[in-house]
């Protein structure tokens, strides 16, 4: 008979013996997926309507906005949205469209109320008349390479059961500590579940960056059928997943770059993500604290000493060492050229952010709002938005 202790024991070794495989996974796939662009003729790709929603300004807004007039791809449409015609980003927009007359270009204001999710109304008035079969939705702050939109597209028209493209979400070199952590962050932990996930085919999409067929999403009900979630990337993929398609990722990573990034920024972003993951799937908060490498460490030296005797102290030696070393590992293949910090920095960065994100979980149980901008977004279980109020 074995007794409790031992029964979670194993568990305890199953679990994170199954993270060390994500580990291995994330980095096989990232080394094969990433930085190898699509092999296809760009002048063969169909056109594509890029949706840019613009909330506020950042130094950067105008280089990503700019990055866009410049993309390579043949036909392009750029339609730029925004809340309120208030909106500072509203004349950067015009002075690229006078700097660039030849680039199809277009500004939408007040968006069209189809769901509660604000991003969704706000882009919803572009989607409406976009008219290219594939489509864009691209964050104020990316900055995209010229060939990033061709390639998404090729990645897509490769395979007729591809409908969704996503780019790994990471950073464009920035100077500063905060910027430096949420590059560790995106670089390491985020991108082993997304390389991992994409690798297994989980529905775990980020929005930040994507390209889909229209007709697929028409299929599946269009912006009307997402706009009642605050998630509406993880929607937009079960949708099309349930439907019998595919989702891949691009060769290139999103390269985010706002440049007024501070912890407190990167934080309370991370933790609304926490919070949207909890509500659309509880269960996640079994794994998700347990994951890291501290936390995961302490699990596997427990449970090898309880099973076998083993002392603690060299396992968890040697698990962190193991981590660490393969998350400098997919680091360097997110990154493809030189970091922007030493292996030292790299070391206390990781340290720091392994250490702090017990704290944005505790944070975003304590607290039933979604703070989005200028919003707070209260979310049912599920994921549908149940109110929106401004503050
Ligand atoms: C037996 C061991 C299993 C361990 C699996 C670990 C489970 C995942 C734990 C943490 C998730 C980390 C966060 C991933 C980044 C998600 C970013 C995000 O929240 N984006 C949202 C905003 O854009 C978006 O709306 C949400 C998308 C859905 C995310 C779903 C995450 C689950 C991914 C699971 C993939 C790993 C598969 C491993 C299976 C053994
Ligand atoms: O109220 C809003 C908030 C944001 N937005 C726009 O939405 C985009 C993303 O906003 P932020 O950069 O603040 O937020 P995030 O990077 O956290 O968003 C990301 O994660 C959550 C997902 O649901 C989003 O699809 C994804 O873009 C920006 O382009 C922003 O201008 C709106 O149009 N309206």
Not at 102 to 123: A, E
Not at 145 to 167: C, G, N, Y
Not at 270 to 282: Q, T, Y
Not at 339 to 357: A, D, G, H, Y
Request: with cysteine; aromatic share 12%.
């Amino acid at each position: 008979v074995v007794d409790a202790g031992s029964c979670l024991a194993i568990l305890g070794v199953i679990f994170v013996g199954a993270l060390y495989c994500l580990h291995i996974i994330g980095l096989c796939y990232g080394k094969h997926r990433l930085h190898h662009p699509a092999p296809l003729d760009s002048s063969t790709l169909p056109g594509v309507s890029v949706i840019k929603p613009i909330v506020g300004i950042d130094d950067n807004l105008s280089k990503n906005l700019e990055s866009l007039f410049t993309s390579r791809h043949p036909q392009l449409e750029l339609l730029f949205c925004f809340e309120s015609s208030d909106e500072p980003g509203i004349e950067v927009v015009q002075t690229l469209m006078e700097k660039f007359p030849n680039v199809d270009s277009k500004v939408f204001i007040g968006g069209i109320k189809v769901g509660l999710n604000p991003k969704v109304n706000n882009m919803a008035a572009a989607y409406a008349v976009a008219k290219y079969p594939l489509v864009a939705i691209n964050d104020s702050g990316i900055y995209m390479r010229p060939d990033a939109i061709s390639d998404m597209a090729a990645t897509i028209m490769q395979d007729d059961k591809m409908a969704l493209v996503t780019q790994i979400p990471f950073c464009e070199d920035r100077t500063g500590f905060a910027a430096a952590f949420e590059h560790v962050y995106f670089g390491t932990s985020h991108a082993r579940i997304y390389l991992a996930g994409n690798c297994l085919r989980f529905n775990c999409p980020t929005g930040m960056s994507s390209m889909f067929r229209k007709e697929v999403l028409d299929q599946c009900g269009g912006f009307e059928a997402i706009g009642e979630y605050l998630a509406e990337d993880y929607f937009i993929g079960k949708k099309m997943t349930e439907l019998g398609y595919k989702s891949g990722i691009s060769a290139h990573p999103a390269l985010q770059n706002v440049s007024s990034v501070t912890f407190n920024a990167f934080f309370n972003r991370v933790g609304r993500w926490f919070k949207l993951r909890l509500s659309m799937m509880p269960q996640i908060v079994l794994v998700e604290p347990f994951q890291d490498c501290f936390p995961s460490g302490t699990i596997i030296s427990y449970s090898l000493h309880y099973l076998f005797g083993i002392d603690i102290i060299p396992i968890f030696t040697l698990h962190v060492i193991f981590w660490i070393t393969v998350d400098f590992m997919v680091l360097n293949i997110m990154q493809n050229t030189p970091l922007p910090f030493s292996i030292l920095e790299f070391i206390v960065l990781w340290t720091l952010r392994e250490l702090s994100f017990p704290i944005i979980f505790v944070k975003a149980v304590m607290d039933s709002g979604i703070r989005w901008r200028n919003k707070v977004i209260i979310v049912n279980w599920g994921g549908k938005i149940k109110s929106v109020s401004y503050v």
